[in-house]
């Protein structure tokens, strides 16, 4: 997959700061069913954490997500990209989600063939 550069170097497309956090993750919550207390049990977080979380008045950590992941049972690219909205993808061509797709579908097939 291809990889532009802004002018700061950076590489563009998925802007993990900018991500909406709190939408995504009471969107995966509710998904699998989870009140916000089981949610902070499994992940290992207090329960006004998670409330924190999807009010927006905090950002998880790297390390946050992945247990946020876990206690949600879905991988933590999963939990991005439902965190993620249009400006966060910006940069990101029609190649690069086709490339993406298709990665996506050969993962899919290869646990559910």
Do not use: W
């Amino acid at each position: 997959m291809s990889t532009n550069s802004n002018a700061e170097g950076r590489p563009q497309g998925l802007n993990c700061s900018k991500m909406n956090y709190a939408r995504g993750l009471k969107k995966a919550r509710e998904k699998a069913g989870l009140s916000q207390r089981k949610l902070a049990q499994l992940a290992g977080f207090d329960a006004s954490y998670i409330n924190h979380l999807e009010a927006g008045d905090r950002t998880p950590s790297l390390e946050g997500l992945e247990k946020l992941a876990h206690g949600l049972g879905v991988p933590v690219g999963v939990l991005l990209l439902m965190c993620a909205d249009k400006r966060d993808l910006r940069g990101i061509g029609r190649r690069d989600i086709a490339e993406l797709v298709d990665r996506l579908l050969g993962l899919l097939n290869e646990i559910n063939p």
